[in-house]
């Protein structure tokens, strides 16, 4: 009998919403794609090129969606960060792209100390990256752990107003330490992620013949780096949450602190542990995208920690799935608007409007459904 | 049974503002024996729990518990000395399985390091399917019906509040602090919640203190009734001499009554 229910246990906690993400991701592309040929369809045209729209389309979908999705999935993991923190205390943590843009900085200053020459061999330099990426997580983890217990813990009882404005202080004293830092060591106040030819170079994953126009996917080396390992650090995240004694506490806390306590959940200690994991992601994520873009500087974290924020509210705030779901969904329509909005209004909106769109998008969705895809957890807390 | 004192409250007080929600109650309850605490609405029976329990800091007073003081501690310090409770509203986590909250009441006795933990060493594995299996234990003994993996918001009122007793049960306590446990139930279900009390205490020689507005559950079980009014102890005593105590009756029915009944 015992045996049995732990399959039940394993299958709701990681299974389950392992296939969730796959299924939403997987929709929401299926659906966005196809709405976007449709439109390409109805207003099909000749664009640059000697192509019509709907050519255009055909042939550049495979790798939007990619981008889409790799975008999505670094949403996801800073989104954690929020959503958990917001859990477990109710507190908006603005510093949290603050913890993001550290954990860069702190990969980008290791790859550099490491000085590696150009021409390494992709093995190497998976090694290499995996480093950094635990250095970024710890490095994020204990920053994150020690802006809980000098700016949050004080303000515990105090009105939320109050820890809120404490994280935006926070945020912009991290923003200006590391620029500090960074202007006083290196007397410029961005880095640079060393290149490597290695990483960049598209390797191709599938190439199909549709409707007699060749389309190719292709993927660089780093990209699909970013998909496994937010995967692996998404899914550990579920195991973790759902199917651990620490996860359990965790929701438990985030449930019902009083109860929790009196039950023997040291809450102090697992507000602290929610802190150490969703700093973790941040930072490994800001290692990442540091990788991703190449150049940083102590402003990177907040244009993706307020899409990260929002897209914890699109999943539902306080909802782990939701958060994951959200950066998903975030990430494939700013990938979509990025690539297709210029074409489809014929230059009248360039794809420096994506942003405006996908949270256009979120708007119409909130007023649908104002807790957010997954948000009904929300509302029977509130 | 030998009269070791248990818990030993002394002169606690507890103040909101201006308002002294407990005033100066010396309570103690001797190891293995089922007292009730009554008393009008507001009158600081909850924030004596509260108190107890480490979720409310006293201002004043002492509380001892197996020889040694609790107060000043946090709830979870608390609930691993050996005091568990359940409240007036339930409060069940409603999005965990009724398991699950069985497995979070078990928190304070795991004994297995994080490092173990984390690798799914033999020895966490045992211990966790141990706790499960406990877990199946005091299901049968609260007889529960309800299936272990759904979610405890799902449930019915009466099964809810056994999910309640076997969360405050799973920590092994030595005294257990009941806040109205009868609350909301038909007669037949009151009858069941009283045999219940009366195997916690007979069965797993557990310590009972309830707070309870139902005079027939509350005669019919306890040893001995403590009384409390505005935040203070009226009275004490066995339950056939509390009732007939004046200043009881005044307390629940207003000074005409007492007058009424001293005739």
Redesign the interface.
Known sequence: MTGQLRLIRLYRAVVYPLIQLTVWSAASLVIISAVTLALAVVFNRQVAGGLTLVDFVVRTLPQVAIDGLTIGFLYAMIALGYTMVYGVLQLINFAHSEIFMVGAFVGVEFMLLLNLPPDQPVQGLLLVILLTTLLGMAASGLLAVGIERVAYRPLRHAPRLVPLISAIGVSFFLQDTVRAIEGLVNNAFFRNYPSFPALNEPLTLASVTVAGEPVTVQMQAKIILIIVVSLVMLSGLNYLVNATRLGRAIRAVAQDQATAALMGVNVDRIIMLTFLIGGALGGATGVLFGIRVGRIDPYVGFIPGIKAFTAAVLGGIGNITGAMLGGLVLGVLEAFAGAYLSQFTGGAFGSEYKDIFAFAILIIILIFRPTGLLGEIVAQRA | MTTEVLLDCRQVTKRFGGLVAVNGVDFSVERGRIVSIIGPNGAGKTTLFNVI???YRPDGGEIWFEGRRIDGL???QV??RGI??T?QNI?L????TV??NI???M??R?RAS?IQ?LLRSRAFLDE??AL??EA?RLFRFIGLRAN??ELA?NLPYGEQRKVEFA?ALA?KPKLILLDEPTAGMNPQEMAETTQLIRRLRDELGITVVLIEHQMRVVMGISERVTVLDYGEKIAEGPPAEVRRNPKVIEAYLGRGAALGSAD
């Not at chain 2, 986590?93 to 965990?96: G, P, R, T, V």
């Open positions: 329990s480490g979720f946090r709830p979870d609930a691993a568990s409770r409240f409060r986590f409603q999005n965990m398991l699950e497995l979070v009441g928190h304070t795991v994080a933990v966790e399917r499960v299996e199946f272990p993996n918001r969360r920590s």
